[in-house]
């Protein structure tokens, strides 16, 4: 008899008979496809932001409260202010550091990106395709700065002020943008691209 797949811990044979998929798919566990998936991994977006991005929506970043955990820091305040415990939410949302970074950018592109939750806001918002995808796009480039600048400070006890960081990813999406020119581009936003200067009259 061919044994198909399992539910929970249970064998089940199915009626389309076994499949090597159904098997592996079990064998790994494989869990509900997440929302946020085809935003991270959208063909728009560069792949180290999107790996990090990827690490940090899954809390996976080993950062100084696992480490402390683990003894393997010497205490868990994170790297860039040094004031309050470093976890995931601290270090990419609460932390004054990355809150200039993504008022900063959120600023330039008139749009709120220091909101918790902000991708799913952003999906949420009733703004044009392209100006969701920028500004995801925007929130990665922010997280990653911020991941690098904490490495910065963990290793080489030094980091780059916000206003740099903040300019050096307006640089570096605006030289994206022609990557986001193959979109279609609705008259809504057609406008916003203008308001903030990715594109002239
Ligand atoms: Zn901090």
Request: hydrophobic share 45%.
């Amino acid at each position: 008899m061919l044994i198909d797949c399992f539910e929970d811990t249970v064998w089940k044979i199915r009626p389309e008979g076994f499949t090597v998929k159904s098997c592996y798919n079990w064998l790994r566990n494989k869990k509900e496809d997440v929302w946020w998936y085809k935003i991270i991994w959208s063909n728009m977006g560069a792949p180290k932001h999107a790996f990090i991005a990827w690490l940090i929506t899954n809390n996976a970043l080993m950062l100084k409260s696992r480490l402390f955990q683990l003894h393997i820091a010497p205490d868990n305040l994170c790297c860039l202010c040094q004031l309050q415990e470093e976890n995931h939410a601290h270090l990419f949302h609460q932390c004054v550091f990355s809150a200039q970074i993504l008022q900063g950018v959120g600023q330039w592109l008139h749009s709120d990106l220091t909101q918790s939750d902000i991708l799913l806001k952003v999906t949420r918002r009733r703004w044009g395709r392209l100006r969701k995808s920028i500004c995801c796009d925007a929130v990665f480039h922010c997280w990653y700065a911020v991941w690098m600048q904490r490495n910065q400070a963990r290793i080489n006890q030094c980091i780059v002020v916000p206003a740099v960081v903040i300019a050096q990813i307006q640089q570096a999406i605006r030289s994206r943008y022609c990557l986001y020119k193959s979109c279609n581009v609705s008259s809504k936003d057609r406008a916003w691209l203008i308001r903030v200067q990715l594109e002239s009259n």
